[in-house]
C-alpha cells in the first residue's frame, strides 16, 4: 500500500512568486493534514479537511496560504505571493475515519530566496 | 490549552549508551501519546505510540510508558546505535474534540561511533 506521497519534494523559489505542494493521502483516508516546520521549530498544525471540507484551518497563518482538496482526494497547498519566513519544511499526513494513527509524508522542503 | 515540552536538544551520545528523551504533556482532554522521528533527509515516521495510561509503546529497541500521575511519556532505549541519529519529536492527540496532533519541539540526537 503506498504511502502519503508529496511533491515536488524540494522547491527553491525567489521571494514573491508562487508556490504550490500536492499531498496525495493514503488511499481511503478521509483525514488530511498540513503541518510545517520552519527553520528548526516545531512542527505546527496548519489546517485538516475530512473528505473535501476544511475542519479546522486556525493553524493557517495567514491569507497567503490557500489549501484546497476538490474531490477529496488530493489536496493542494498555495503559497502565494511567498515570503522568506515561509522557508521551511511542509508534511502532509491522513489518517482514516475515526483512526488514531496519524502518516505523515516525507515532507515539501521549501527555500524562499 | 495543550502542550508537549521535550528535554532540550541536541543530544550527543557515544554508541551503545542508554537513552532517554524526556517529554511532558499539558492536555484539556484525555489524549494519545506518540513519539515520532525523522532521519536526516526523511520525512516524519512514526516510532510509537500509547493511547491510555500505564500502556506502554514499543518499536525498535525504543520504549516510553504513559504515565498519568506525571503527565509524561519519556522516550528510552537501552543500547544506541549510530543509526539512532535523528530528530524526535513527542506528540499528543486528543480523543475528543480537535484530531489535529500537537508537537514538542524535537530533540536531535547525534550518536558517535
Known amino acids: 500500500e503506498a504511502g502519503v506521497t508529496q511533491f515536488p519534494s524540494h522547491s527553491v523559489i525567489e521571494k514573491g512568486q508562487t508556490v504550490t505542494l500536492r499531498c496525495d493521502p493514503i488511499s481511503g483516508h478521509d483525514n488530511l493534514y498540513w503541518y510545517r516546520r520552519v ?75 | 490549552g495543550n502542550s508537549v515540552t521535550q528535554m532540550e536538544g541536541p543530544v550527543t551520545l557515544s554508541e551503545e549508551a542508554f537513552l532517554t528523551i524526556n517529554c511532558t ?7 494519545s501519546l506518540f513519539w515520532y522521528v525523522q532521519y536526516p ?27 498519568k500521575e506525571t503527565t509524561s511519556f519519556h522516550l528510552e532505549k537501552g543500547s544506541v546505535q549510530v543509526s539512532d541519529s535523528a530528530v524526535y519529536f513527542c506528540a499528543l492527540r ?19 561511533p
Open chain 1, 39 to 113: 527553520m528548526g521549530k516545531e512542527i505546527k498544525f496548519l489546517l485538516h479537511f475530512v473528505k473535501e471540507s476544511k475542519q479546522d484551518e486556525s493553524g493557517m497563518p495567514n491569507n497567503r496560504f490557500l489549501a484546497e482538496r476538490t474531490g477529496g482526494t488530493y489536496s493542494t497547498l498555495k503559497v502565494q505571493p511567498a515570503e522568506l519566513e515561509d522557508s521551511g519544511v511542509y508534511f502532509c499526513a491522513s489518517s482514516q475515519a475515526g483512526g488514531n494513527t496519524i502518516y505523515f509524508g516525507e515532507g515539501s522542503w521549501l527555500t524562499v530566496v
Open chain 2, 25 to 31: 504533556y499539558t492536555a484539556t482532554g484525555y489524549p
Open chain 2, 41 to 67: 533527509g526523511e520525512g516524519l515516521q512514526l516510532l510509537l505510540k500509547a493511547t491510555k495510561a500505564d500502556d506502554k509503546g514499543s518499536n525498535k529497541g525504543f520504549e516510553a510508558t504513559y504515565r
Open chain 2, 94 to 112: 486528543l480523543v475528543q474534540g480537535a484530531q489535529k496532533l500537537v508537537f514538542g519541539q524535537g530533540t536531535r540526537l547525534t550518536i558517535n
